[in-house]
């Protein structure tokens, strides 16, 4: 069974930049799609970033385009969320997600991310 680690989240200013890592306990290569989501306090849970393995398509939430970077590093075990020009509408906590080849889907215990205007 794949673990998925988050970590890199904290208290930043609004305007400011934070990166964002989940660490898979085994090589990542059979994972096809890779997530962020968040979920703020009171809301439902939403997609962030999606990357592909196939072709490294990624797709982002309107509300983050421009902004936000998603990015694997297969040789890491590793997806990246590169968060710049923080809002404090992108407090939330941020969960990783893998879907595998076979229909396994596994997800983070979720990093805390929390901007201050």
């Known amino acids: 069974q794949v673990q998925l680690v988050e970590s890199g989240g904290g208290l930043v200013q609004a305007g400011g930049s934070l990166r964002l890592s989940c660490a898979a306990s085994?090589?990542?290569?059979?994972?096809?799609?890779l997530n962020w989501y968040r979920q703020a306090s009171g809301k439902q849970r939403e997609t962030v970033a999606t990357?592909?393995?196939?072709?490294?398509?990624?797709t982002y939430a309107d509300s983050v385009k421009g902004r936000f970077t998603i990015s694997r590093d297969n040789a890491k075990n590793t997806v990246y969320l590169q968060m710049n020009s923080l809002k404090p509408e992108d407090t939330a906590v941020y969960y990783c997600?893998?879907?595998?080849?076979?229909?396994?889907?596994?997800w983070g215990q979720g990093t805390q991310v929390t901007v201050s205007s």
């Open positions: 990357i592909t393995r196939s072709s490294g398509t990624t």
């Open positions: 085994e090589s990542i290569f059979s994972i096809i799609v």
């Open positions: 997600r893998a879907l595998r080849a076979d229909g396994w889907t596994g």
